[in-house]
Every structure is written in C-alpha cells, then in structure tokens.
C-alpha cells in the first residue's frame, strides 16, 4: 500500500511569490491534515478535510492560505503572496474512518525557504 | 490552544542505554500517540494509546496513557544507533468533530556508538 505523498520535496521562492504543495493521501483515506513545523518547534495543525469538505481549519495562519480538495482525493495548499515567516516544514497526513481516533500517516514533508 | 511540554529537548545517550521521555498537558487527551521522524522523512507512528492507565509495548517501545489523561511517558530500551531522530508526542481530542493532533516539540535523540 502507498503511503502519503507530499510534491515537491523542496521549494525556494521568494517574498511576494506563490507557491502551491501537493498531497496524495493512502487511497481510501476520507481524512486529510494539513501540518506545518516552522523553525524546529512544534508540529502545528492547520486543517482537516473530510472527504472534499473542509472541517476544520482553525489552525490556519491567515487568508495567505488557501488548501483545497476538489473531488476528495489528492489536496494542494497554495500560499499567496508569501511571506518569510511561512518558511518551514509542510506536513500532510491522512486516516481514514468517520469517528473516534483514527492514527494518522504523515507524509514525507514539504520544505518551503522563502527567502 | 492547547499544548505539550515535551521533555527533554534533547538527549545523548551511549548505545544499550535505556532512555526515558515524557509530555505533560495542562488539558486532557483522548487518546495519546508517540512519532518519530527521521531526517528528510514525515513523522512515523510508533504507539498509540487510547484508554487511561494503558500500557503497550512495540519491541524495545514502552508507552503509557498518565491515569489523568494529561501525560505520557515513551520509554526505549537497550538503545541501538538505528534510534536516532526526534520522537514526538501528540496527544488527540475527539470531542465533536475536532481530531486534530497537538504535539510537543519534540526530542532529539543521538545515540553514540
């Protein structure tokens, strides 16, 4: 089975560009994060879709952020303008089930250098 | 928001050492889930605990869910050079829809020969 795929691995842009990240979620998998790791702190939520819908994005920074999940498969994060505090490592996760806790598999990470 | 205080930050330790590291939470968790990452990878599941008081082992892994739902604890035992990385703790509350995780900071792990 696959795991969670994250594209692209690395991205350098700079201040005032835009930048898109993608995921692909274990086929199957209603649930899909989205997680960020700024500067070696804490892993931080910033949304969970269910299926296509979003359910919650309580955790997103600023209006910056836009993640979408048409069709409720694969989901990309775009960030625009970019500032240089969005620098940091990008997480993408997914379980699958409706209720209760459900383990969660990361993907490999998007490292985003805005510079 | 909530948080976890996740110690220690980081730890050096001789291979075939035991190692012990802990998350504390001012609030209570449902369920309480330990990570590694390794460099370049996404965090991988280690254990999860789901019950109050719960013990459960993963090879050389111990963890346990504190019996007030606020703490963990992830002991490594006989360490070996393969466990380097940083371990994380997440703790989940699955009141209504909110399944989102919360970590600690994490601790980093270095294991010399």
């Known amino acids: 089975e696959a795991g969670v795929t994250q594209f692209p691995s690395h991205s350098v842009i700079e201040k005032g560009q835009t930048v898109t990240l993608r995921c692909d979620p274990i086929?199957?998998?209603?649930?899909l994060y989205w997680y960020r790791r700024v500067m070696g702190k804490e892993i931080k939520f910033l949304l969970h879709?269910?299926?296509?819908?979003?359910?919650?994005e309580s955790g997103m920074p600023n209006n910056r952020f836009l993640a979408e999940r048409t069709g409720g498969t694969y989901s990309t994060l775009k960030v625009q303008p970019a500032e240089l505090e969005d620098s940091g490592v990008y997480f993408c996760a997914s379980s699958q089930g409706s209720g209760g806790a459900h383990e969660q598999y990361f993907g490999p990470g998007t490292r985003l250098t805005v510079t | 928001g909530q948080q976890l205080n996740q110690s220690p930050q980081s730890m050096f330790i001789q291979e075939g050492e035991d190692v012990s590291m802990n998350c504390t939470s001012s609030?209570?968790?449902?369920?309480w889930l330990w990570y590694k990452q390794d460099p370049g990878e996404g965090p991988v599941l280690l254990i999860a605990l789901y019950k109050a008081g719960e013990l459960t082992s993963n090879g050389r892994l111990t963890a346990q869910f504190g019996i007030t739902r606020k703490d963990s604890f992830l002991n490594i035992s006989a360490s070996i050079p393969s466990d380097v990385g940083i371990y994380f703790c997440?703790?989940?509350?699955?009141?209504?829809?909110?399944?989102?995780?919360?970590f600690g900071s994490g601790t980093q792990l270095t294991v010399l020969p």
């Open positions: 997440a703790g989940q509350d699955e009141d209504g829809s909110a399944r989102q995780l919360t």
């Open positions: 879709f269910v299926k296509e819908s979003k359910q919650d």
């Open positions: 086929s199957g998998h209603d649930n």
């Open positions: 609030s209570i968790f449902n369920t």
